[in-house]
Structure formats: C-alpha cells, structure tokens
C-alpha cells in the first residue's frame, strides 16, 4: 500500500481519535487532550492517509512530536497506526518523518 503523509491539523481530530481509542483502549488520550496537541504551537504531527484504492479509508496511522522552537531534540508523543495497514514500514515512516 502507498501513504501520502501531511501535517494534521485540529480538524483531523475526530479521524485520529477514531484510530486512537480502539488502539489505546483506557490509556487513549481524551478528545480535547488531543485537540490541544494539534493546536500547539510546539508540536508536529503527521497523517498519513492511503492513495489508490484505499484512498477513501480514511487516516491509517498518525504521529507526533513535541519539540520547543530552535531546539535540536524533541519528545515523540505518540504514535498509531490502523491495524490493516501495520507491518509495512508505516510507523518506521512517521517516525523518521518527524
């Protein structure tokens, strides 16, 4: 499967949480939780959606990263991806797009 990954922004919120709450079961982050990490300015996160035939799926993993303005290191968050779309390399992707 080919992804085509780009910035998530607060309006993917309920597409990750859709994602989220089935992988994380009771440690999964609260809706708001997650929202104020989209909204902050010292993190990045990424979605990655499926392209072809899968396109209309929806959000197959996402990720992200908190990390101050000007610095060379940054904390990863989280990261999720779908169940179908996981042994791939997808993660391994997020990650090093980070």
């Given amino acids: 499967m080919t992804w085509q990954l780009r910035r998530a922004h607060v309006e993917d919120v309920d597409a ?3 994602l989220e709450m089935p992988t994380f079961g009771n440690d999964a982050w609260s809706r708001e939780s997650m929202q104020a990490e ?11 959606l499926p392209v072809g035939a899968d396109a209309d799926a929806g959000i197959a993993a996402y990720a992200g ?7 060379l290191q940054g904390d990863i968050q ?15 992707v997020l990650i090093q797009s980070l």
Avoid: C, N, Q, W
């Fill in 78 to 92: 989280t990261i999720a991806v779908a169940p179908e779309s996981r042994g791939g390399g997808l993660g391994r």
């Fill in 38 to 48: 989209l909204a902050h300015h010292d993190t990045y996160y990424l979605v990655a």
């Fill in 65 to 71: 990263v908190f990390a101050a303005r000007g610095a």
């Fill in 16 to 18: 990750i949480m859709a």
